[in-house]
């Protein structure tokens, strides 16, 4: 066997849910390029974020920890980009290094990229046509659509690279995130009638008050900036909801396919250059998005939609095609995954496990069950409450502490804490809150304790109005 180390090749789109992937079994659109990687790989299902907002979210792949340790709670909490992050060890380690597109975890001294050969990145949260990009050098507008340019300069940088010392290129597309502004190329896409999700008219009852509190309902809250059109005039209010689901699922998807065709690209790129096989090339996004699903666009809450993250793996020389990983894995556990691959040792702090052995045909567990926690308390976009909890494979505990704690981008209004469970193999839409049900007592306080243990483990501070669970044996 041969000790060469692999390239490493990190596709990552921001708010692509799995339920826009055809390799995840879309009903809503197709993604041929991208399900390539699936087929020559593994599709991984139940790869999930932490923290289900873009700058937490790059933060913790980058770094391999929780928002706590990192320090990016919010989207408004810029990293310390001196910190140890993966790539930085893999440029120690004799990698060359770089990073195109959305980087999104503030500006500046301190907050640029480190750890890069290159970076060229998206400043803020970036523009889908004539693109500001923000290098070493300064300032620069790229004439063009967002995601093409972002695929040009990766592989210039791949073009430019001389020598056998192996690569590891992040490539961060801004797509599909809002406004959903698709090229021409793609405007034609997607006009006919999309599939309405099931939960679409869901009214919320019998949870806790979060979720009719939020502002993500496309119905009221999606606004004509984000449509680009005016609607119908003698549309009923419901008809009114379906056509901006319409609206917003066309512009969403373009963006997509857009993304689909880049990705295509660099497959080629990697074939014609005679390195597929030597690279490990992932494809995911920062968290999921709501498609319509509980009636809403965003994300944030810790609901399935919102927390699950596509992630498809090919690294042919390693990893055989088989069927979907079905372990739960987290943006935590990138780092370890991808320094584990490169045969470099982890940086102590970081809190992941690498889960090569499992991509590789391992049937063992990663773990139990993973901690969520956000943070932003009433936000002024979408006023989602700050919660945590935890999900194992059957179920999921969240605890609504609602509490701003003072950080930025929170709001210090209160509602009283809230609990809510599901049963996951039941109720996989999450329709049904059962943490009153005394049929699943037991489950509630189990979960409970384990939690409270999660919590510990991992170094976080549970709110104050969390109640000490009664210690089981
Ligand atoms: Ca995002």
Redesign the pocket.
């Known amino acids: 066997m041969t000790a060469r180390r692999p390239n490493i090749l990190m596709i990552l789109t921001?708010?692509h849910a799995t339920h826009a992937i055809g390799a995840y079994g879309s009903v809503v659109n197709t993604t041929p390029r991208i399900d390539e990687i699936a087929q020559s790989g593994r599709r991984v299902d139940h790869c999930y974020c932490t923290n289900s907002?873009?700058t937490p979210?790059r933060a913790s792949i980058l770094t391999g920890t929780y928002s706590h340790v990192n320090g990016v709670s919010t989207l408004v909490t810029p990293i310390d980009a001196s910190q140890p992050t993966f790539v930085s060890q893999l440029k120690e380690a004799g990698y060359r290094t770089a990073i195109v597109g959305k980087w999104h975890m503030g500006e500046g001294p301190g907050h640029d990229p480190q750890g890069f050969d290159y970076w060229a990145v998206l400043r803020d949260q970036g523009e889908y046509f004539d693109p500001q990009i923000l290098t070493a050098d300064g300032v620069h507008i790229e004439k063009g659509y967002a995601t093409d340019i972002i695929t040009d300069l990766s592989l210039q940088w791949l073009e430019s690279l001389e020598g056998d010392e192996p690569w590891c290129l992040l490539i961060h597309h801004k797509a599909p995130?809002r406004a959903w502004e698709p090229d021409e190329a793609h405007a034609h896409l997607y006009s006919d009638p999309i599939p309405v999700p099931s939960t679409f008219t869901d009214d919320y009852a019998g949870r806790a008050s979060a979720a009719k509190h939020a502002t993500m309902r496309i119905a009221e809250h999606l606004t004509l900036d984000d449509l680009k059109v005016e609607p119908p005039q003698d549309l009923t209010p419901d008809e009114l909801a379906l056509w901006k689901y319409q609206r917003y699922m066309e512009d969403y998807l373009r963006c997509v396919a857009s993304v689909d065709d880049n990705v295509g690209r660099v497959i080629d790129w990697l074939g014609a250059h005679g390195v597929r096989d030597s690279t490990l090339l992932t494809y995911s996004?920062?968290?999921g998005?709501f498609l319509g699903d509980h009636g809403w666009f965003d994300?944030r809450f810790m609901y399935e939609e919102s927390i699950r993250m596509p992630l498809l793996v090919s690294w042919p020389e390693r990893i055989a095609p088989a069927a979907p990983m079905e372990q739960i894995v987290t943006n935590v556990d990138f780092a370890q995954t991808f320094l584990d691959a490169a045969g470099v040792d982890a940086h102590e702090r970081m809190q992941g496990k690498s889960f090569l052995p499992q991509l590789t045909g391992s049937d063992e567990p990663t773990r139990d069950a993973f901690y969520y926690r956000y943070y932003e308390n009433d936000d002024e976009n979408h006023h989602v409450l700050a919660h945590y909890g935890i999900r194992t494979e059957a179920h999921k505990l969240i605890y609504f502490y609602s509490d701003g704690m003072g950080l930025p981008g929170s709001s210090p209004f209160r509602f009283a804490p809230e609990w809510e469970l599901y049963d996951l193999e039941a109720d996989p839409d999450e329709l049904v809150n059962v943490y009153h049900d005394p049929a699943y007592a037991d489950v509630r306080e189990q979960l409970k304790v384990r939690l409270w243990e999660l919590q510990a483990e991992l170094g976080d501070q549970p709110h104050a109005s969390q109640p000490i669970p009664a210690l089981t044996s």
């Open positions: 921001d708010d907002l873009c979210s995130h996004s920062d968290q998005f994300k």
